[in-house]
């Protein structure tokens, strides 16, 4: 049985939605004292970005989480964890991040599968990748609303996963083999984090199975139409004023953006 301290689901909810759209840090729901199930906090997650569509943003697609086994143990949990992408989230290819939008930001390079029909259930690797329409590098911006970065499974599910802004790449054929690629992220040229597209759960594809699993146990489904960011290849890097950020993934090409001067 959840316990709060004060109010109800709706009201955290209020609470994660006004420090993300002030980009002002809270506590975290568990330190205040909000003993949440890992069903709560999605509820939480799912009222608090149903305020953002509310105000006219639109669902485009889903990030997955957790989805380097490291990052599970480190976690204490035996699944990946799910939130939504909407349109406001978007960072155009090559364009400025608005630093003003954030906390602390860092980012992440990941592997983006634009679905062309819709997936949801229990399904096979050959069976989700007949549902892609492309893949592409992509960058997802994460930034806690919590102070310090710090956070339990519950506060972060709730925090929709920390995600808040992605950028995606040129959008290749799907038929290319993701499954070890090399992947480089660089600040103003300079590498900062080196991985492969292996360390999304060994093959970026079995992070889409798990999504449509997710989908389906939440009962809802992912969308045509809909990006799915596969999950981080690497350890996120922290955002600094005006750094030009560049991801290099072998055979899909690159994904860029420009930090404004202020964090």
């Given at each position: 049985?959840?316990?709060?301290?004060?109010?109800?689901?709706?009201?955290?909810?209020?609470?994660?939605?006004?420090?993300?759209?002030?980009?002002?840090?809270?506590?975290?729901?568990?330190?205040?004292?909000?003993?949440?199930?890992?069903?709560?906090a999605?509820?939480?997650?799912?009222?608090?970005?149903?305020?953002?569509l509310q105000?006219?943003?639109?669902?485009?697609?889903?990030?997955?989480?957790?989805?380097?086994?490291?990052?599970?143990?480190?976690?204490?949990?035996?699944?990946?964890?799910?939130?939504?992408?909407?349109?406001a989230?978007?960072?155009?290819?090559?364009?400025?991040?608005?630093?003003?939008r954030?906390i602390?930001?860092?980012?992440?390079?990941?592997?983006?599968?634009?679905?062309?029909?819709?997936?949801?259930?229990?399904?096979?690797?050959?069976?989700?990748?007949?549902?892609?329409?492309?893949?592409?590098?992509?960058?997802?911006?994460?930034?806690?609303?919590?102070?310090?970065?710090?956070?339990?499974?519950?506060?972060?599910?709730?925090?929709?996963?920390?995600?808040?802004?992605?950028?995606?790449?040129?959008?290749q054929k799907?038929?290319v083999?993701?499954?070890?690629?090399?992947?480089?992220?660089?600040?103003?040229?300079?590498?900062?984090?080196?991985?492969?597209?292996?360390a999304?759960?060994g093959?970026?594809?079995?992070?889409?199975?798990?999504?449509?699993?997710?989908?389906?146990?939440?009962?809802?489904?992912?969308?045509?139409?809909w990006?799915?960011?596969?999950?981080?290849?690497?350890?996120?890097e922290?955002?600094?004023?005006?750094?030009?950020?560049?991801?290099?993934?072998?055979?899909?090409?690159s994904?860029?953006?420009?930090?404004?001067?202020?964090?």
């Amino acid at each position: 049985m959840v316990i709060l301290k004060n109010g109800t689901l709706a009201d955290l909810a209020a609470i994660v939605d006004a420090a993300a759209e002030n980009a002002s840090a809270i506590e975290q729901l568990s330190s205040q004292g909000h003993e949440l199930s890992l069903a709560d906090a999605y509820t939480v997650q799912q009222q608090s970005v149903a305020r953002r569509l509310q105000r006219g943003e639109q669902q485009v697609g889903i990030k997955m989480g957790f989805t380097s086994r490291a990052k599970m143990i480190q976690m204490g949990v035996s699944d990946m964890i799910w939130g939504p992408l909407t349109d406001a989230m978007a960072i155009e290819d090559g364009a400025e991040l608005d630093a003003s939008r954030f906390i602390h930001p860092r980012v992440e390079p990941e592997i983006a599968f634009l679905l062309k029909k819709p997936l949801t259930g229990k399904v096979s690797l050959a069976e989700a990748m007949s549902a892609v329409e492309a893949v592409a590098p992509a960058l997802e911006v994460i930034d806690s609303r919590y102070r310090n970065f710090k956070f339990s499974l519950q506060d972060v599910i709730a925090d929709n996963c920390s995600s808040s802004g992605f950028t995606v790449g040129a959008w290749q054929k799907s038929n290319v083999d993701i499954g070890n690629l090399g992947m480089v992220m660089e600040f103003d040229g300079a590498p900062v984090q080196i991985g492969s597209s292996a360390a999304i759960l060994g093959n970026p594809w079995r992070s889409l199975t798990a999504a449509a699993r997710l989908a389906a146990e939440a009962e809802t489904e992912l969308q045509a139409g809909w990006i799915v960011l596969a999950g981080a290849s690497t350890a996120a890097e922290a955002l600094l004023p005006g750094v030009h950020v560049k991801l290099h993934t072998q055979q899909l090409g690159s994904a860029e953006f420009n930090v404004g001067e202020q964090v």
